[in-house]
């Protein structure tokens, strides 16, 4: 067991503290038990963090590369503590759709710059090979962490509706310290070239234009909007089979193991297939399991399940991929301008998705999304090889 004397075992102490299992299966349930709320303001609600995250991906990826990784990520730990804490003080759905605005913002604070501070901490072991790996278990900590807090979060609700909010907001908090005690290793800037607004944006530009990059982007985010929108239609689906409602909460707690040992195996995929293989390798995956419920409708729950397992198994080789291409300059604002582009993505293919439910059915609009996802993938591998072996030059821009 690494011990947390080590940066990366204090790092992995750190993705513990990402958890919000505490918070996420009580949250909604809160504002419609407790305030009352309709299904009209639970949308407002959950848009306005959805735009809250899309405007800020680039901001705060900038806010990293400027000002530093932790201290980047610490204001986002601090944010997330005062909205977990302000929950239920607030009584208006306008209330919460401000909440949940601002609380974007701390959240996209930790979707690149988290990232590259890991690859900047092994970069100082000259070890970067081993980010996919040690990404990937960092994610199965959190996941095994959101697991076990969402199977008590119930049980501290019927209690008390505070007590998780109180919990997740301590466990958030436990991790301000943590981050205070890793280094900060990777230099944002020379001092005599500020990393400027302007100099973020061109940085953007130039590395988003390359073609190793800019591809890989666009093959990555149709298989996150396709993972996005499954991940939205899951309980309507798994009610359409005959789920009981009283066992959905088993069911999510199925989806965090499970994913959470797919994150552990993260190491083993990488190094059995490489990045290329598996992205590769999904396609036909996708194909054949999003086209089962179209038979045997049951299958759906499958594909559930191997919907979350992708998208944890594919996220920490995507940025394995980025980090390797980019440099340490502008790294954090790059991550998240890939984030930004999953982010519109996935709100794009929720929207269609939802009108395709509403005209096919749950069922089969899944089955369609899905052959949709792995044609246009298919098409990108044929016509630009989005996910090449080789390292770019900087020079590359076709």
């Known amino acids: 067991m690494l011990s ?5 075992g204090r790092y992995y102490l750190y ?21 009352g709320f309709d299904g009209f303001a639970l949308g407002m609600i959950q848009a306005a963090f959805t735009i809250g995250m899309v405007g800020a991906e680039i901001p705060t990826g900038y806010v990293g590369d400027r000002l530093g990784r932790r201290n980047s990520l610490i204001c986002g730990k601090l944010i997330s503590v005062v909205a977990l804490l302000s929950y239920v003080w607030i009584e208006t759905p306008i209330g919460y759709m401000a909440l949940q605005f601002v609380w974007a913002i701390g959240w996209t604070m930790a979707s690149g710059t988290s990232d590259a501070l890991l690859y900047e901490l092994l970069a100082r072991e000259e070890s970067t090979d081993r980010f996919g790996a040690i990404a990937g278990r960092a994610r199965a900590l959190m996941l095994g962490t959101s697991a076990v807090t969402a199977a008590l979060s119930g049980y501290l609700a019927a209690i008390d509706w505070l007590i998780p909010f109180l919990a997740n907001a301590l466990l958030v908090g436990i991790g301000i310290p943590v981050l205070r005690s890793l280094p900060e290793p990777g230099e944002t ?3 005599s070239e500020p990393f400027t607004v302007r100099r973020a944006v061109s940085t953007l530009r130039m590395q988003l234009g390359r073609a190793a990059i ?10 996150y909007a396709l993972a996005s929108m499954t991940r939205t239609f899951e309980q309507p689906a798994a009610l359409a089979v005959g789920v009981p409602v009283a066992q959905i909460g088993l069911l999510y ?5 499970v994913s959470a040992v797919v994150a552990g195996g993260t190491d083993w995929f990488q190094h059995r297939f490489g990045i290329h293989g598996v992205f590769w390798l999904v396609l036909p995956v996708i194909a054949g399991s999003y086209l089962l419920p179209a038979v045997t409708p049951v299958a759906i729950v499958g594909v559930l399940f191997l919907s979350r397992s992708l998208r944890t198994l594919l996220t920490p080789l995507q940025n394995q991929y980025l980090n390797d291409r980019i440099g340490n ?3 954090a604002t790059i991550l998240s301008g890939a984030s930004m582009v999953f982010s519109i993505a996935a709100s794009t293919a929720n929207v269609g998705g939802g009108l ?8 089969d609009a899944l089955t369609v999304a899905g052959l949709v996802a792995t044609a246009i993938c298919g098409l990108l591998w044929l016509t630009t090889s989005p996910v090449r072996t080789e390292l770019p030059t900087e020079t590359e821009t076709h």
């Open 4 to 8: 947390v004397r080590t940066p990366i």
């Open 356 to 363: 395709l439910v509403n005209r096919l059915g749950v069922i």
């Open 329 to 331: 300059v502008g790294r």
């Open 253 to 257: 707690a199925g989806f965090k193991l």
């Open 214 to 223: 800019r591809w890989f982007v666009v093959y990555a985010a149709v298989i």
């Open 15 to 35: 993705s513990v503290t990402r958890s919000f299992g505490f918070y996420l299966p009580v949250g909604t349930v809160y504002l419609l038990e407790v305030r």
């Open 189 to 191: 800037a020379p001092a």
